[in-house]
């Protein structure tokens, strides 16, 4: 007798029923508007710890000008994929502008950072290569290397002679080792000069996403490369996001010149995907050049980080290790991060409570996200509110050293 095939819509509503019961089932919620750090949601006025603004360029009156500007000329949709007829002058005078900031020969923009990274690991990547990478890098990284049917190495986090182990362990195999720059989940940043000199010895291609340090770290803002003075030679590869500190939305990928080609011929993600909407470049080279010039607004983000860990200090919280805008208060269990964010909540404040499968079980937190929109009084006043938390002692204990 024939066993009954699987039903995928059952086993996913089964899946789904699961992580309710656990409660770790994620929601959407509709934002009604928008108006620097401060949200409207059914008819209530929160102010926001978990954008990922973090220059407060998202509603700049140029950036609203140029995308309207570019609008007009060129409509909405650019109607096409790149190779076709979407590449407009709007994305070619962003890639130009990308590329001179970065120190790159050359950049390439894909629609989502996800897009980005899935284009560049399956180009690169082949069966019987290998690909190391940081537990804790983004699900985009782990899933371009599946995908390109490398075998995947994850080594401990920032661990660099785990990583050397794992690469000397396959001395034959063509290698590239990817990290996050800013990690996104705790904050942390890669030790990029040292994996830089590792893979100068391996011989391994080394890819660093910047998605949480471009436009925040380093002296021009050029990201975590440019603030541990990293070249093109030392990280060949680069793949950094528009819609976190540019307020916008996109990513691209930059490097050398050959390396870009051989992207516009195999990145399956850029090849087959229509191109971001010309005004919407318009609005992210805008974004490109007030990043570079207000330099004000790194360091104001900058005084509201130094601002919220002093004061955090002074209260005891569990706060990870974390030199940029994210923040985590780690909490433990899923249900003590709810608790947490819902308390908050309550006294007008939105700060996301991040849970398992997101962050390894027992590491449930708030993650905090500090911005230049941010003023010192709604810095204090999320100090006030975190004050009335009564987190558990086994957190405070845990919650001091670095994850």
């Known amino acids: 007798m024939t066993t009954p095939r ?26 009604d508007r928008a108006e620097g750090p401060w949200l409207e949601i059914g008819g209530r006025r929160l102010l926001s710890f978990c954008s990922n603004d973090y220059l407060g360029l998202a509603q700049h009156p140029q950036l609203i000008a140029a995308l309207n500007r570019a609008a007009r000329e060129e409509g909405v949709g650019s109607t096409s994929a790149h190779l076709i007829c979407g590449h407009r002058r709007e994305h070619a005078e962003l890639e130009e502008a990308l590329a001179a900031w970065t120190g790159r020969e050359r950049a390439l923009l894909f629609s989502t950072g996800y897009m980005a990274n899935l284009g ?37 986090h920032a661990d660099v002679d785990a990583a050397a182990r794992q690469l000397a362990a396959h001395p034959n195999a063509a290698a590239l080792l990817a990290t996050d720059g800013v990690f996104s ?21 080394l890819l660093v996403d910047d998605a949480h340090g471009f436009g925040v770290l380093g002296d021009d803002g050029a990201g975590s490369l440019g603030a541990a ?8 590869l680069l793949m950094a996001t528009l819609g976190k ?35 919407l470049a318009g609005a992210a080279l805008e974004a490109v050049q007030l990043a570079q010039k207000e330099a004000w607004r790194r360091e104001k ?13 002074e209260l005891g919280l569990p706060l990870a290790t974390s030199p940029s805008a994210i923040q985590p208060l780690l909490l433990g269990s899923a249900d003590a991060a709810l608790a947490a964010a819902q308390m908050l909540e309550r006294q007008g404040l939105l700060v996301t409570a991040i849970r398992p499968p997101t962050v390894p079980a027992g590491q449930a937190r708030l ?12 810095v204090d006043r999320l100090l006030a509110a975190l004050e009335t938390l009564r987190l558990p002692a086994a957190s405070r204990a845990a919650g001091g050293d670095p994850v």
């Open 6 to 31: 699987p039903d995928l819509l059952h086993r996913l509503a089964v899946q789904t029923a699961e992580r309710e019961s656990a409660n770790l089932r994620r929601r959407l919620r509709t934002i």
């Open 120 to 156: 560049v690991l399956q180009a690169l990547l082949a069966r019987g290569d290998l690909c190391v990478q940081d537990k804790l890098n983004h699900a985009c990284l782990l899933d371009g290397a599946k995908l390109s049917g490398a075998e995947l190495k994850r080594y401990p």
């Open 185 to 205: 989940m705790d904050g942390d940043v890669a030790p990029l000069r040292e994996l830089a000199q590792l893979c100068a010895r391996e011989q391994a291609t």
């Open 229 to 236: 003075n990293l070249g093109q030679h030392e990280v060949p």
């Open 245 to 279: 500190a540019l307020g916008c939305s996109g990513a691209f990928v930059a490097g050398s010149a050959p390396l870009i080609e051989g992207l516009v011929q195999f990145a399956r993600p850029y090849i087959y995907t229509t191109a971001m909407p010309p005004a």
């Open 301 to 313: 983000l900058a005084a509201m980080i130094r601002r919220f860990r002093h004061g955090a200090a």
């Open 367 to 378: 993650r905090i996200t500090l911005s230049a929109a941010h003023e010192e009084a709604h």
